[in-house]
């Protein structure tokens, strides 16, 4: 069977990736609009005829998007901001939990997770549920991105203008749009410090939460946290948890490491006898941070094994 697939928004950086990892599937047929894809009754058309659509937009487009869908057999995946803190959609991190996969494949309405918040998320959604992190601890995040992370106009600026800042902090207001959406889908009930940041490169990125182990119920030990992580993650396809041999040996962490996959590694690095942590996910930001993780969630929605397509 072959399922028709539009994706609203198929020219900018997000779409384009999502292009490219659908259109040499034969089990899938692209709605292409071309020229026509600024053209609003060509867009309502392609809209309420796809088996399932892919928005590529600004949170007000995308909002516009869902209002032109009449069409209730339609299955939406919006890749904004609009939706993810809104209880009617199901947030698409089908490793969340237990049930996550099953919600997203009965669900119309799905908003894939931002790139650093499928970060932050994968690392301290285990530990708040294990009761290894009280849901009212203050809860710092660390992070950076490849320059992709921001769009056509940042792209630009690097590639294009030549932009020399090797590092460059941001969100300095401390009023990120990703801070709802870490804080209510890790069960924290303090909004998280985020803090940041861009690196002159175009994708890949690190998401870091340090902790004072002794700042939490019972000082769990550096193995406790490592094993709920295993404990959670166990027979995930694309999130892997390196083994503590593995991190103790580690001098470095490097960004691009899983440039091109579908995959979120973390890592707990620390003293096995101290009393701090510092937990690391690693993941493209165009991969299983945004374009991966919209084809794999496409392919639950569709019923299909959620791998196809991704590397």
Request: aromatic share 6%; with cysteine.
């Amino acid at each position: 069977m072959t399922h028709t697939i539009y994706i609203d928004g198929e020219a900018g950086t997000t779409g384009l990736e999502i292009r490219e990892r659908l259109e040499a599937r034969n089990d899938l047929q692209l709605l292409l609009l071309g020229d026509r894809r600024r053209d609003v009754e060509a867009r309502r058309e392609a809209l309420n005829s796809a088996d399932a659509v892919i928005l590529c937009l600004p949170d007000d487009a995308a909002r516009e998007a869902v209002s032109m869908i009449e069409n209730p057999k339609v299955r939406v995946i919006d890749a904004s901001t609009a939706y993810r803190v809104d209880p009617s959609w199901t947030y698409g991190f089908a490793e969340m939990h237990a049930g996550q996969r099953e919600a997203i494949a009965k669900s119309t309405r799905v908003s894939n997770p931002g790139c650093y918040p499928t970060g932050f998320i994968a690392l301290v959604r285990p530990l708040v549920a294990a009761g290894l992190i009280p849901a009212s601890l203050p809860v710092s995040v660390n992070a950076v991105s490849g320059y992709s992370g921001g769009g056509k106009s940042m792209i630009a600026e690097f590639e294009e203008q030549g932009a020399s800042t090797a590092f460059r902090a941001y969100g300095l207001s401390l009023q990120h749009k990703h801070v709802p959406e870490m804080t209510q889908h890790t069960g924290l009930s303090l909004p998280v410090l985020f803090s940041p940041a861009v690196g002159n490169y175009r994708q890949g990125m690190l998401v870091e939460v340090p902790l004072h182990l002794s700042a939490l119920p019972e000082t769990p030990s550096v193995e406790r946290i490592h094993g709920a992580l295993v404990e959670a993650y166990a027979g995930q396809r694309f999130v892997e948890v390196a083994d503590l041999e593995v991190t103790e040996a580690m001098t470095g962490i490097e960004p691009e490491a899983l440039n091109g996959t579908n995959t979120v590694r973390l890592h707990v690095f620390g003293d096995r006898g101290g009393e701090q942590v510092r937990l690391v996910a690693m993941l493209d930001n165009l991969g299983k941070g945004a374009s991966g993780a919209a084809v794999q969630n496409l392919n639950i929605m569709l019923g299909l094994d959620e791998a196809t397509g991704l590397k």
